[in-house]
Each structure stands twice: as C-alpha cells, then as structure tokens.
Nanobody, 116 residues
Framework: QVQLVESGGGLVQPGGSLRLSCAAS????????MSWYRQAPGKERELVAT????????NYIESVKGRFTISRDNAKNTVYLQMNSLKPEDTAVYYC?????????WGQGTQVTVSS
C-alpha cells in the first residue's frame, strides 16, 4: 500500500543545484520519519539526511552539511532534498525512505549525475 515515487534527478555540472521530490501515498505521511539515501555504483547505500515526522529535527551526513537541505510538506505528502554546490562525489541513485517503528519502505530511486 505504501508508495514512494522520487523525481527531480538528472545531469548537472559541478557547483550546480537540483531539487529531488518524493511523493508519498498509501499511508499517514505525517506519522513517518522520512530520509534520503544514496547509492553509487560499487558502493553501499548510505544515509544522506533524515527529517522527523513534524520536521522539527533534521540530521545530515557530514559530507552534505551546508549544501543539502531536507524538508517536508505534510499537507502535500512530499519530502524534498534541495542539493546545492553539487560535487562529482554526489553522483548516485537517490532513494526516498519512510520509516515508522520497525516498518520501512523504499522508493525506486532517481539518478543524480554531477559531471562537467
């Protein structure tokens, strides 16, 4: 029943910006922690950013602090990842994740490529 659909990925030059969106359906969005993960070829999937149900608490991995911003609009059932000052090492498939307790759901991912 839970569905997460990512969008907004693409090709961007170093220093550029992208905004990813994750549209959620099939569950009470406001009751879930939302996160963005990413996975580069040959690497493990890593957590990028997390936002709590109300949006009051936000965490980022060190490598994206000051460049990425996670936000959510509970009225629209959507979580966003604004990515600025993009670097080649940000290249990966980005996945949306919803979690409540022990239950977690994943989107299919959207490709972000940072290259000149």
């Amino acid at each position: 029943q839970v569905q997460l659909v990512e969008s907004g990925g693409g090709l961007v030059q170093p220093g550029g910006s992208l905004r990813l969106s994750c549209a959620a359906s099939g569950f009470t969005f406001s009751g879930y922690f939302m996160s963005w993960y990413r996975q580069a070829p040959g690497k493990e999937r890593e957590l990028v950013a997390t936002i709590t149900s109300s949006g009051a608490t936000i965490n980022y991995i060190e490598s994206v602090k000051g460049r990425f911003t996670i936000s959510r609009d509970n009225a629209k059932n959507t979580v966003y990842l604004q990515m600025n000052s993009l670097k080649p090492e940000d290249t990966a498939v980005y996945y949306c994740n919803a979690r409540r307790g022990i239950v977690t759901s994943w989107g299919q991912g959207t490709q972000v490529t940072v290259s000149s």
